[in-house]
């Protein structure tokens, strides 16, 4: 499909009142290209393969909402678990030169359980987040995994801090719906490296 690689921001903004926090991540995708498909030209594909260009337009958004209490919290280390409700989008547009287009446009909500753990070591920091569920409605089904690993550098520590941030953060969502004439289904990955600044006051 000649899709290549995105490079989307994401914006992560959390509040926190002694253990208890409240969190909102934001992670628009977008992905273009222009490939090719082959196709079964002629009545029921009978007259042969043909080979068209193909346009493809695909845009991906997740918002994830997330409430939290640390079982730990030490000025060094911190582990608790949340729970929340996240909301994806899945846009996309595949138009052949000949053949059937391929459009669907449709927005799911589902809810997750959250666990995450940072440290600290000296001005070095590391940690593990973790948004997951995997669960069967009355015949809808949900498959949500979201993990991401971090590695960082305190940059300042006076009243208000700041971090530089990288690492990795994978995403899978997986959603079956039954509706009354047919099943709607979604499945999508997105994963790779990001690089940020933090600021905590």
């Given amino acids: 499909m000649g899709v290549d690689k995105s490079h989307s921001a994401m914006l992560s903004l959390t509040a926190q009142y002694k253990r208890f926090g409240f969190g909102i991540n ?4 977008s992905f ?17 393969i043909v080979k068209t260009p193909l346009s493809t337009d695909i845009n991906i958004s997740m918002l994830l909402a997330s409430s939290y209490y640390n079982f730990i919290q030490t000025p060094k280390s911190v582990f608790g678990v949340g729970v929340g409700l996240g909301q994806s989008r899945l846009d996309i547009s595949i138009v052949p030169d000949y053949g059937n287009s391929i459009v669907y ?8 359980l959250n666990l995450h753990f940072s440290n ?11 948004n997951a569920i995997s669960a069967e409605f009355g ?28 690492g990795y953060r994978e995403v899978n969502f997986a959603v079956k719906l039954d509706g009354e004439s047919e099943d709607v289904k979604t499945d999508f990955a997105l994963s790779g490296p990001f690089l940020g600044i933090r600021v905590i006051y």
């Fill in 105 to 112: 446009d449709g927005t799911t909500p589902f809810g997750f």
């Fill in 120 to 130: 600290r070591y000296k001005r070095f920091l590391y940690g593990l987040s973790v």
């Fill in 32 to 48: 273009k290209g222009e490939g090719y498909a082959l196709i079964g030209a002629g009545v029921g594909g009978g007259g042969g």
């Fill in 139 to 166: 015949g809808s089904y949900v498959d949500f995994l979201d993990y991401k690993i971090d590695l960082g550098y305190r940059l300042f520590d006076g009243k208000v801090k700041g971090d530089l941030i990288g």
């Fill in 26 to 29: 934001y992670m628009p995708t």
